[in-house]
Structures are given as C-alpha cells and as structure tokens.
C-alpha cells in the first residue's frame, strides 16, 4: 500500500502510537544521495532550529550503512528519498531500519521498484517528469522537499514539544504552487540571456544559505556537474568571506539564491560584494520571485522548493544553448560503479 | 583566564555541576567560520554516531546568529573555534551565548582577542605558526580538532550516556603526534611531484568522507581557493556517484582522503573509479600515512588531524611552483566586506 503527502499527518500518529510504549519516537534520520539527499535539506534545518529534544541528522545512505549512529533502532525514524527506488546504498539503509526496527519511510516517485519492500510507508510524490521538467502542471506542495518537511512538522507537532507555526505552515504549503509558476513564467526571459552569456564557461558556483542551501547544492552538483559537466561547487554565503570569496573575479560567474526570512542578511552580504567584484551574478531572490506572501514565521523552510523549481527554466535554456542535453551522461547507469 | 586542551575534562565538569539543577546539558552547538568550522566537523560526526541524548549541530557563525535554534539557551553549551579571536561573526555567536545562558567554549590561538570577554571558558589550543605551517613541531594532540573532540567525547562520558571507548580515544590522542611527523615525513618527495605536475592547473577537487570530511573542506576552500585563487569544490566521497562523478575526465585533477575506519570502503569505491577514468590523482591513505596503530573504535575520529597535517607539506610545494605564496589574498583583510 502507497500513500501521498496527504497522508502523511496519520502515518506519524501510527508510528507515535506504535513506539509510545517502547519509548517513543527519540530521532529522525534523513537519508539519502545526491539530489535525494539535498531534497532532505530543507527538514535537516528544521529539525535543528525547531526542535530541542529529537534527534536528527543528515547523511548520505553509504556514509549511513556504513558508520551508523549508535541509537539507530526502535526509537528512530529513517526518513529515505529514493526517486526511482533503486538506488543500491539506499536500499540498504532502508534493509537496515527495517533489521534495526525503526519506523522507515521511503519518499519515491515510483509505486513499484526494489525498494519498496523494505520500507513501513511508501509514500508518492509530485515530480514534473516532462523533458527538462517544463510542464509545471503538477501540485509543488506534494513534491519530495515538502514530503520530508511533513514529516519532520508533524513529528513536532505531535509530540510533547508541539511546533506553534503548524497552522501558518500549511497556509504557505497551500500557496506554493502558485508561487512558483509565476516565478518559473518571470524568469523565462533573463534564463535566455543567462543562457547565452554563460555558453562557453567551463566553471560556475551556486551560493545560498539556510534552509535553501539544499537547492544551491543540488543545482551545484546534478545540474552543473552531471548534466552540464562544468566544475562547480556549491558556496554557503556565511562561508564566503572565509575562503571562497579570494577566487572571486570579473570572469567567474556566480549563481545566488537571495532567500526570504532569517538568512537573508548572509545573502544580502554576499551579493554586495559579489556586485563590486564579479561580473557575471545571476540572481534569484525569493522576495522578488514572490514567496513573501507566506507568514515570515515559516518563510525560511518554502526558499528550498521555489529555487528548485526555478532552476529548470535556466537548465533548459543552458543546455539548449551549450548543444549539451541534460539527460547526456558519460558515467551514470551505462558503465560499472 | 585561559586554559589549554589538559583542562577540559574539568571545564566539562564544571558546566555539569553548574547546569544540574537547570535541568543539565542538552545541547552542544559547534560554531565558526571556514577553517574554524571545518576545524569542529570530527566533533560534529562523533556527536552524530554515539550520543543518543544530547541535541548537537554543526552551523556557520551567522546563520547561527541570524537562524538561532529555539532551544538555544541555559541548558546549551555553544564551542565556538575563532583563530585570532577576531572574526565578527563569532564574536556575536558568542555574544548570543552570553546573552541567553549558554556556557559559552571558546577555542583559540590568541590568549587576548576581542572574543575572550565573552567566553565562559577560552582554551588556548597547539599550532604550528611557522611558515607555512613546516617546523612540526607542536604537540599535535593539543590542536583545535581534538579539543572539540574532547569537549564532545567528556561531555558524553561524564553524562548518563557515558562513552565506552573513553581510554582507546586518549590513547589515540597520545599517539598522533608521532603519527602526524612521520606522515609528513613520508610524503615530502611526493608532495613535490604533486606541485609539478598541477602548477598549471586551474580547478582542483578534494575529497574524503566520515569525520574526516573536514579536512577535505578546509583544504579545498582556505588553500585551494582562499591561497591558492584555485576553483575547487570538496566532494563527499558518498556523493560522488550521484552527481558530481560525471566531471571526472583525463584531466581533472583529485586529491582524495582514504580514511581508516568506518567509511573507509566509500572512499575506496571512490577511488577505483577515480583510477579508471581521471590521471591526476594524489591518494592520501591514513592506512599507509600510519593511521592504523589506533584501535579500530575511535580511528575514524584521528583521519582528520592526520590529514590536515599532512596537507600543508603539499601547500607549501603548490605554492612554491605556482610563485603564489600562501599569505597572498586579494580580499581578505584588504577590503571592506
């Protein structure tokens, strides 16, 4: 049996009631690889930030099988992205909640694949799964990165700790996806332009901060790396001014997501600079994109999904202009890894 | 006063006894900057893998200041890294801690620094402030990483959780000095054929996995592209295989950590790949570098130290082939930022 985003709010009430007398629900770990991994970001900083007494953290699924946390068992929720539900290190964290009798919930976009016998809930996300992700047809509030949010919302929710926002959360989950097709529709000139004046670089950075800092990691890493082959590396803006700023020059461009809510100052900082010393900034900002109607109390947690959705746009047009078709590989799913 | 890595067993006692009837320690928050953050990641993964009870998270000085977790407060200890005592960012993280209650860890190299007024405790820790860090001379044991290590470690054992493997972790301590001279010892012929082959090279990527992925951070962004003016990025070896392996090519060039321990098979996996497809690879081993005198339950937590030590005998090659010193910045205390 498959569940959706909808269901999500009854499955943590199952689990609670099934660990209430075994000592209830201690921790909450977020597994996954690559985009599936960044797609749980957004939780990783809830979980931080709203949180004082569950447990959490965020690991990649091999780093997770291999160099388990020592609590992982009964108490613990392993919440796994797996978007096709075949990937092997992940399936094996999953076979491992389940030998350790933690409650597993699997994210996957798929009903049907290998993982799915291993986890308690499989629930089904939205994902656009048109060419280059164009159709923007689909329900954003049930895609992955709000999936993983739920969960960690409605843990806190309904655990002793309680999480006051609950209301204003899911009025912003309602108003996503609007949000985002307005912005994927204003940026569809500027992607163009982007596009031709970044088609013959070899490098660009992604920079970003807070809850949001996923996206700038998965655009740095499934885009620009695997789909682009261009060297690239995702910047947190406070960690700028420590290192990575001195590679900072007219040539090299610079990719920033401006987010809305409490890290906006770090981004702030970092564009203000970047405006003095680089040349070639593309610039997404939250509050310009629109995001601002939803309550300044959970803003922070809705940046992740509105960037990641924007991306696409600037994707198509790069790799149209680049002749470099995102679905190109040389490596993935064609030689032995 | 100021204190020094001897001393913390007692300042984590001390805060114990003082938060008893506060309810105790709940939380350990590990803040810095660059280096200084990725100086406390070991701590960051030991807290990750063997504490069940105490909430801890890793966050960049001003997202800390700007995102504050809701728990933060009497019931926190805060251990902030600040190198000269003088970063603004920590310096209002520390601040905060005052602020709210927190017992606030200072470590630093500086006895008397802007940051000090605000720390409960400052321990002073070890560094090779030598040219570029070559004399190897200081007891390494006594360096920032471990201090972190040691609040972490004492903090779980002195608490009802307790640590088992308490006298193998100082046991190591006690060795990795030796480990550490030898180490740098070992590879001073080849850090010169490494600079050789790499002074024309634009872009360079670091990577590592575990506790040890600090290093791979620190090395990519405050030599690499702080000293260096490199494009670099540090790839979890986990990761690798979803996304960022698709660069790889004849060309690239990779300088990868292969850690004993735990996730010692991630970063294998990363290699043999690496050995197939790319020509420019420097292997830094913790198994041939010495590592492996550390018994098997704590090694994981000493690959970091290992290789952050090691990486200068190549930095001070690179620059030296390059004719790019390693104090050379553009930005950095130059400009306003």
Same sequence: chains 1, 2.
């Avoid at 985003?5 to 199952?14: Q, T, Y």
């Avoid at 991994?37 to 997770?64: C, D, H, Q, R, V």
């Avoid at 491992?96 to 809930?121: C, K, M, N, P, Q």
């Amino acid at each position: 049996m498959s569940y959706n985003s909808s269901d999500i709010k009854r499955i943590i009430a199952e689990i609670i009631e099934a660990k209430k007398d075994k000592g209830g629900v201690r921790s909450l770990y977020l597994v996954g690889c690559g985009g599936s991994l960044g797609a749980l970001y957004p939780a990783k900083t809830f979980m931080e930030k709203e949180s004082a007494k569950i447990k959490s953290a965020w690991i990649n699924s091999s780093e997770f099988v291999h160099s388990t946390p020592k609590d992982f068992g009964e108490n613990s929720i392993i919440l796994l992205a797996c978007h096709k539900g075949n990937t092997p290190e992940t399936i094996q964290a999953a076979k491992l909640g389940r030998d350790r009798g933690a409650a597993v919930i699997i994210l996957t976009w798929l009903e049907e694949s290998e993982i799915v016998e291993f986890g308690d809930y499989i629930v089904l996300y939205s994902f656009d799964a048109s060419p280059d992700h164009l159709a923007g047809n689909i329900d954003y509030s049930g895609e992955k990165t709000l999936c993983a949010l739920y969960v960690a919302v409605e843990l806190l929710a309904q655990t002793e700790e309680g999480y006051a926002n609950y209301d204003k959360f899911y009025e912003g989950a309602r108003m996503i996806t609007t949000i985002i097709r307005n912005a994927r529709n204003h940026v569809a000139d500027r992607a163009k332009e982007f596009a031709m004046a970044r088609k013959n670089d070899s490098v660009i950075y992604t920079m970003g901060s807070g809850a949001s800092y996923g996206a700038a990691y998965m655009e740095s890493i499934c885009i620009f790396m695997e789909m682009q082959w261009l060297d690239s590396s995702s910047i947190h803006t406070g960690e700028y001014f420590h290192g990575p700023f001195e590679i900072t020059d007219s040539n090299r461009p610079f990719m920033i997501q401006i987010s809305e809510g409490s890290t906006r100052e770090l981004d702030e900082r970092a564009l203000v600079f970047l405006k003095k010393y680089a040349k070639n900034i593309e610039i997404l900002d939250a509050k310009e994109l629109g995001l601002s109607v939803i309550d300044g109390s959970v803003i922070d947690y809705f940046n992740h999904s509105l960037f990641n959705n924007v991306y696409p746009i600037y994707n198509h047009e790069l790799a149209a202009e680049r002749q470099h078709p995102l679905p190109t590989r040389r490596y993935m799913w064609k030689v032995e890894y």
